[in-house]
Every structure is written in structure tokens, then in C-alpha cells.
């Protein structure tokens, strides 16, 4: 059966935007002339997450331009964001691997083909040539927006300066699921060299909402590092988590024990999920994030956090 929802905001048709100015299809790159950090901003790392869309069209549909340094904007999975159908939005996630977890050694330089790997392989020095990387997500589920991010200072010291999303997920030693964008290289290390990089989940796919968020932190962080002029500093509440765990469907019989959307809290010892014979319990009082819409084996389950 279909899975219909309320679309806010759809697909646009990108071939304008495939030749770009680097040689590598569908990214874009702007130099100031002036000493500056250079950022990324990159969008689509999962075909049905439009916000990114939005807001990689918003800085090249209104000639933003990099006041110092330099901008390169990139749409990444463009091949899954063409196949998206109404009837199966969940769908066009991914057409094979999932574009946010291949960025290790292992997977870049291993033997294994499919549109993922082949256009992350294509990335590569895009992404190895950034000093700020922003990479633009939205969630299944409708909830509030959040950072995701290793935890190091200079990744906390950003997303607290910007201030929104005002929630933040840590994660002390990566996913455990697989190596993001965020985490390829240089960006994965605590070394002091190394630059910023965050995820944005700005609310859920097709709200036109998470689209306007996008498009907001977008600009925040271009003020945050100067490429773009100074904007009103966002005054809120921070709410901080840091992920202890992070499980992965194993059977078909996955399910949650009660109906869950993200940041349900748990006691300790309390029932989580079942995955065919294994329980999941909450580790100690957590709280969850992320879990799985439907149960497909091989991918994420669920993130058990603690607040911090």
C-alpha cells in the first residue's frame, strides 16, 4: 500500500544545478579572493529530505556570495531525490546504501558498487576540501529540530553560538552504525586542525516549516564563521543529549513496545523494543531519539541518549 502524508513541500526539478562549477556534477563553489575559513553546505545526503533542497537552492536562486573565504554548496544524492514517488515517500531515501554512513577508508576504498558509493567516491575531495561542513537533514517523524554532532569543542562551541535547533545529540564516539559525512577524515578526528561539522535535523521531511528552518541555520552558519553578515544571535534554552547507544534492526519481528516518535524517556531496565527474540532495555533513565518508522532489517533502530 501507498504511504501517503500531507506534502507541504515536493521535489523540484534540479537540472539546472547539475553542471555546477568544479566538475563534479551538482556542486557548486564561490571564492571570495579574502583570506576565510571554507564552508560547506551540503544537502540531500538522503533523496526525501527536502530541506536541504531548499535552502542549497535558496544561497545559488539569491546569488549569496562568500563575504571571506569559500562557499561550495553540493547536492549529494540527487539519483534517490529523482526517484521520489508521493505513493512512497519513505522510499527515496537511499536506492541501495545509505549515503550517511559509507564515509569510512573501508567503504570508499572497498570493492562495493551502487549509486551511493559511486557518487560518495565522487565527493570525496569535495568534501575533504571543506573547513566547516553543515549538512542538512529532517527526520520521519514530526519532532522538534536538533544538532547532531561528535563531541568536540569546537563542534559544541558552534551549535551553542548559532543557538538553533536548541537540542543537541553528542555522540562521544560516533554512531556505531557506520561513518556520516560529518565524520569523514580530518572531521572525525579531535585533532586541533580540524574544522566544524554538524548535522541539522530541522523537523520532519515535507513541512514547509523544516524547509524555513534549513534555511535559517544555513545562514547562521555561514554568519558564524563570516562569509555572510552578521545575523540576530537566537536566545533560547539548550537542551543537550549524548548518545550511549544505537541499535540496529535485526529481524523483521522488530517492534517498539509502545508506539514511539522520539524523545519518549524510559526508566532503566524498562522495556524499549523487542527484536525478534532479544529484548531492548533501556540501559539507565534515557531517552530516545530517531526510532525506526518501519522495521527494515540493516538499518538504524533506534538512539538511547542521556540527557546531559
Known sequence: ???RRDFEVLPRDLSAYRAGNTGVPYVHRFASGKPGPHVLINALTHGNEFCGMTAATHLLDTGVRPLIGTLTVSFANVAAYESFDTERPFDSRQLVH???????????DGSEDSSELRRARELRPVVAAADHILDLHSTSQDVVPFWVYPAFARNAECALAIGRPSVHLVMPSGLGSGTPVIQHG???EESSGAGVALVAECGQHFKQATSDLAVEVTLD???HFGLVAPRPKVQAPQRRYLLLETRVIQTPEFRFARPVVGFETFRAGELIATDGPTEIRAPEDCTILMPARAPIVG???VYIARAL
Do not use: K, Q, V
Open 98 to 108: 545509505n549515503l550517511n554512513r559509507i564515509w569510512s577508508p573501508a567503504w570508499l
Open 186 to 188: 580530518r572531521h572525525g
Open 221 to 223: 552558519f555561514l554568519a
Open 299 to 301: 538499518r538504524e533502530a
Open 1 to 3: 500500500m501507498g504511504e
